[in-house]
């Protein structure tokens, strides 16, 4: 790309609008959900993160660490409860709603799971993992990189895959 395009966007209308758009998430997914938090302690969470629309009903626990591009929505009617001591890795998507709502009605969500999510402590969730309505994990399991769970992780356990599977005990 010559020169010449590239100042033609930076001066355009798209771009600063991007710009815009970015800035406004930052503050109100990051910076103003943070404060909103059910409750926090100790907690790393990269400036990336994203909490979703409320993020009250979110609730960790001491010395937690949430990782890049990860985002942790609970919904107005679930909750999200994270354990001490848990890595949570970059990209991953915990939600205890379906995303499954109609442009037509957003109010109501076609498949109606909506549901809390139970993270022990001293879990570690790889990057990109996503963790559905429902969810349980068991304190000290970890869940491999990619993985969907949409069930119960026994504690001291490792799950992988999608959907997630028992691959081995932790001694």
């Known amino acids: 790309m010559n020169r010449i395009k590239k100042i033609r966007i930076i001066f355009s209308f798209y771009f600063w609008k991007q710009i815009y758009l970015l800035i406004a998430s930052f503050l109100t997914g990051n910076v103003w959900a943070r404060s909103r938090l059910g409750s926090y302690e100790d907690i790393d969470i990269h400036p990336t993160v994203r909490f979703?629309?409320?993020?009250?009903?979110?609730?960790?626990n001491k010395n937690i660490s949430v990782g890049y591009g990860t985002h942790i929505y609970a919904g107005k009617d679930s909750k999200i409860f994270i354990g001490d001591n848990t890595m949570i890795g970059p990209f991953v998507f915990i939600t205890t709603e379906a995303f499954s709502e109609s442009k037509e009605n957003p109010n109501n969500a076609h498949s109606g799971h909506v549901d809390d999510i139970h993270i022990g402590y001293n879990v570690r969730i790889g990057a990109h993992a996503v963790l559905l309505p429902g969810s349980k994990?068991?304190?000290?399991?970890?869940?491999?990189?990619?993985?969907?769970?949409?069930?119960e992780v026994p504690p001291n356990t490792i799950f992988a895959g999608n959907p997630a599977k028992f691959k081995k005990n932790i001694e």
Do not use: C, H, T, Y
């Open 137 to 151: 994990i068991g304190d000290g399991s970890s869940i491999g990189a990619g993985s969907v769970v949409n069930s």
């Open 52 to 60: 979703g629309n409320s993020p009250e009903n979110i609730f960790f």
